[in-house]
């Protein structure tokens, strides 16, 4: 690495966020909207080094692609995309512990908030609202204020 390189690459490590927001943009020609400092430095400091001594190589571009066809890839499928369920329901799977303060499955919680009557059903694992299916208590409370509320203090439990 030339002398110039290495005090470039010196001097990046000093700069601010903002002063390695513009070097970037003055680098790549377009803005980053990242505000981490060591990603910022370290993406600066490669593409000065890839304009001055090139690129990788065309060999090392066809190995890379090769190592990705070859690499498992990962993807999330959506909720609800191959049970039938129609998008944005949610379903609770797998076994709560129980809470001694949860009533046994069945019981019907109400609470009057704001003037309407709000009823949630006890399921073995979880609690029924307006024909949805929720986790936990607070995920209740909050779906119906809007708010994040401790879903035990909410329906006084």
């Given at each position: 690495?030339?002398?110039?390189?290495?005090?470039?690459?010196?001097?990046?490590?000093?700069?601010?966020?903002a002063e390695l927001r513009t070097k970037y943009r003055e680098v790549y020609?377009?803005?980053?909207?990242?505000?981490?400092?060591?990603?910022?430095?370290?993406?600066?400091?490669?593409?000065?080094?890839?304009?001055?001594?090139?690129?990788?190589?065309?060999?090392?571009?066809?190995?890379?692609?090769?190592?990705?066809?070859?690499?498992d890839i990962r993807a999330r499928v959506p909720k609800g995309a191959f049970?039938?369920?129609?998008?944005?329901?949610?379903?609770?799977?797998?076994?709560?512990?129980?809470?001694?303060?949860?009533?046994?499955?069945?019981?019907?919680?109400?609470?009057?908030?704001?003037?309407?009557?709000?009823?949630?059903?006890?399921?073995?694992?979880?609690?029924?609202?307006?024909?949805?299916?929720?986790?936990?208590l607070s995920a209740v409370a909050r779906e119906i204020t809007g708010q994040?509320?401790?879903?035990?203090?909410?329906?006084?439990?």
């Amino acid at each position: 690495m030339s002398e110039t390189i290495a005090k470039q690459i010196h001097v990046l490590r000093r700069m601010t966020v903002a002063e390695l927001r513009t070097k970037y943009r003055e680098v790549y020609g377009e803005g980053t909207r990242s505000g981490n400092k060591d990603w910022l430095w370290k993406r600066i400091a490669w593409r000065i080094q890839e304009l001055s001594y090139g690129g990788l190589s065309e060999r090392a571009k066809l190995r890379a692609a090769d190592i990705a066809n070859e690499a498992d890839i990962r993807a999330r499928v959506p909720k609800g995309a191959f049970d039938g369920e129609p998008a944005g329901t949610a379903r609770v799977t797998g076994s709560l512990p129980r809470d001694k303060r949860i009533p046994l499955p069945g019981t019907i919680l109400n609470r009057e908030y704001k003037g309407d009557l709000h009823s949630v059903t006890v399921l073995d694992m979880g609690f029924e609202y307006g024909g949805r299916c929720y986790k936990s208590l607070s995920a209740v409370a909050r779906e119906i204020t809007g708010q994040h509320w401790n879903g035990y203090m909410f329906f006084n439990l």
